[in-house]
């Protein structure tokens, strides 16, 4: 029935295990989300689709255009189209090991579109975990690679497992060259005590597709802190949940974003505050120009037993153009009486009496503008401890927001 | 040096300057007092070119050159330096930041070359003693969480370090006690010279016992009424705007 659905699971292996298949058949039955349901109803997936009927014509065969790595002396993983280029097994000393082709911890995420889709047709995986006590210091850096080479898509499947008081520093960084569609699904999962650092880069080509669904446990006293920036892809969804399943356990999302052309930004999270004294802060900023649209949708629930619990929820966006649009919809779910929640949304233009007030200094109006704008997206990088990986995120961010900026090229 | 013929300006459609001349020969500092609702604000602002201030007649040359068709930073850039009498807060953007890019902007424009990080310290550092703003200070966000007087002390800090021929200032002394007013004052005193024009907007005459002006005119309904030497304002002070045939009285 569903011809989008059936031309992406095309490919479905004749092999499968029955998680994939479950997977497999829950997507066949729904099919891709569209706008009439409630968590997908700023995004529409009809330019994927129609992306998806057209796919098919000649892959270009140009070699991956790989990336200087963004934290020096990481240990890098290159995934290209889906799959992990070369062999990264790994199990040191230091208690990281890495394997490769695994699935998803199958108990985790709850049943969406695009985690079903992801592990019903990924080609591969990985699955990375962190022993007790053990301190990564050397930063992991996933090179996610679209080339186009393969029509209708590539999809992956990450898993990240700390065990108590693991400490992790993770980036994860998805580019390319032409049109795809990329899904990946990822399953992250912190044992007590433990402290990962996630930064991911969603720097797609700009006519690609971004689909992304975590999962998220915290358990007892662990700490999750996560940045993304997205400037990539035609269309990108980013959809985080966390559960706070243990006391003392705390989430920290921050995000930036900047939208040019017709481009899609979706970023949708969901925080469970499962347990007593558990915390969440997220803080989103966006800056969307021409016709470019971003969503924000921020859920935090909090439940019956979660006494103590501090959530504070902010999305601010600044348009640069009267067509540019955002969409942002907070919802607090409260089912505990003594706890500290907050949450907002603003939408803003520059501030034209500030870009008077530095024109009238002898700075000119583009310049002045891009002052502004550079200063109000800034605020967020200060979240990330490396001094080096922020610099070169913010030069990203402010070259994205130049006109005429193309990955691609 | 600042030659304002026949001006005449609406906002939002209002006409709010009718005919005002005036002219600043360098070297000299003028004062123009008058009421709420004179066209005070309307005046300088237009002067620094902002938008939404639309000049339907008149004429004004800076320098020899007409003003009206420059931009606010070609202004800037020509020499016309004005103090905002609420100068505007920009988060995320530290106040060193702000005033270097001002000043190379300002240099590049007027064929100078840039200062460096250092040059532009240096030069900095001296002048934000002189004006009591600490290092602190210039590392917050611009006028973001400054008390009244730490705004006006920024904007005089601005003026010194671009180095304008002719400088503008809008109330400058609103919002300041006497301490601060005095601060400022010796700031804005130190750039009085022969090559230099200044033209100091004011409600009260106070300033004015700080900064002794060499002409004073009285703007009354977008024109100016009265003018003479630094008598008039404390003949002001004492009278009132309304014996001067304004019915605005302050």
Redesign the interface.
Known sequence: MNTSADTLLQTFPADADAERVAARDRFRLLGLPTPKQEAWKFTNLRPLEQFIAAAGKPANDAAPDIPAPLIDDSRRILIIDGRVDGDISVADPAGLSIEQGSHLMPEMGGKRAVRDLAIAMSEDGLRITVAADATVGQALELVFVGTGHRAGGHHFTLELSLAANADLTVVERHCGTQAYAATIASAIRLGDGARLRHVKVQDESQEAFHLADSAVEIGRDGTYERFILSVGARLARDEVHTSLNGQGSSVRLLGAYAGRGQQHLDHTTHIDHAVPNTTSHEVYKGVLDDRSRGVFQGGIKVMKDAQKTAGHQLNKALLLSPRAEIDSKPALEIYADDVVCSHGATAGEIDEDALFYLRARGIDAVTAKNLMVQAFLDEIFDGIADETLRDRLKDRVHAALQPGDNQDA | MLKIENLHVNVDGKEIIRGLDLEVPKGEVHAIMGPNGAGKSTLSYTL????GYEVTDGKVTFQGRDLLDR???E???DGLF?G?QY???????ATL??LK??VN??RR?RGLEEFDAMQFMKLVRGKAKDLNISDEMLKR?VNVGFSGGEKKRNEIL?MVV?DPAFCLLDETDSGLDIDAMKVVADGVNALRGPERGMLIITHYQRLLDHIVPDRVHILAEGRIIESGDKDLALELEKKGYASFGTDRAA
Request: no cysteine.
């Open positions: 620094a070119g902002r938008d931009k606010p930073e202004r800037a850039a004005l905002f100068p505007v807060e920009i988060p995320g953007v930041t702000f890019t001002a902007a300002v424009q966000p601005q671009l």
